[in-house]
């Protein structure tokens, strides 16, 4: 079992910048591939960006592309995202996730480990 833990939300002005940390406990996530998911107000969960075991690949949505920044610390059994120039719209509840395996899941949704999620909040 992996445990998820994020940090990091807050409320911030549009255009401003967080860094969400996600750190895992109950075994290294140094193999493993990792994401970050979110859920507006009223809407289903939505992929975001994920990262693979080494970090040589990263997958991400078009709505984040060239702001978001996934990044991962194995020594540290932890994973970043950076959020520079960010949207009301980006406001949702931002989830960690971990898969078991080294690649990231073609099916998005198909991580097995979830966080609890940390709220981001962008005020315009």
């Known amino acids: 079992q992996v445990q998820l833990v994020e940090s990091g939300g807050g409320l911030v002005q549009a255009g401003g910048s967080l860094r969400l940390s996600c750190t895992a406990s109950?075994?290294?996530?140094?193999?493993?591939?990792m994401g970050w998911f979110r859920q507006a107000p009223g809407k289903g969960r939505e992929f975001v960006v994920a990262?693979?075991?080494?970090?040589?690949?990263?997958y991400d949505i078009d709505s984040v592309k060239g702001r978001f920044t996934i990044s991962r610390d194995n020594a540290k059994n932890t994973i970043y995202l950076q959020m520079d120039s960010l949207k009301p719209e980006d406001t949702a509840v931002y989830y960690c996730?971990?898969?078991?395996?080294?690649?990231?899941?073609?099916?998005?949704?198909?991580?097995?480990?979830w966080g609890q999620g940390t709220q981001v909040t962008v005020s315009s």
């Open positions: 109950g075994r290294p996530i140094r193999n493993t591939a």
């Open positions: 996730a971990a898969d078991r395996g080294p690649a990231v899941p073609a099916v998005r949704n198909g991580f097995d480990y």
């Open positions: 990262i693979n075991w080494n970090g040589v690949s990263t």
